[in-house]
Nanobody, 120 residues
Framework: QVRLAESGGGLVRPGESLRLSCVAS????????MGWFRQAPGKQRELVAS???????QYADSVKGRFTISRDNAKNAVYLQMNSLKSEDSAVYYCKAEDADYFGRESNYWGQGTQVTVSP
């Protein structure tokens, strides 16, 4: 299986920035799509941003223009640069990765989550 380790969360004030990192390890065959999700208390887990192997990105409307997702395929890593943070960005952020096996079958893997708190 693939193991994902997130880091970079913390407590910041509105308007400040954080950079989240996620590094995949373990039985990696071929990582495909990677992305970041978040879940706030009492809310559904939502997609924040995703990125393909080729670098195509998608963002939730709520973070467009403020967040930037990127990846380093050589390091099996994905990053999320979060600027102009708002209180509504507070959530546990989870890294997700798709890994294909020898036959091309894909499995989804999740990190343990990293807490992001934006508070005045």
């Amino acid at each position: 299986q693939v193991r994902l380790a997130e880091s970079g969360g913390g407590l910041v004030r509105p308007g400040e920035s954080l950079r989240l990192s996620c590094v995949a390890s373990g039985n990696i065959f071929s990582l495909n799509g990677m992305g970041w999700f978040r879940q706030a208390p009492g809310k559904q887990r939502e997609l924040v941003a995703s990125i393909t192997v080729g670098g195509y990105t998608q963002y939730a409307d709520s973070v467009k223009g403020r967040f930037t997702i990127s990846r380093d395929n050589a390091k099996n890593a994905v990053y999320l640069q979060m600027n102009s943070l708002k209180s509504e960005d507070s959530a546990v952020y989870y890294c997700k990765a798709e890994d294909a096996d020898y036959f091309g079958r894909e499995s989804n893997y999740w990190g343990q989550g990293t807490q992001v708190t934006v508070s005045p």
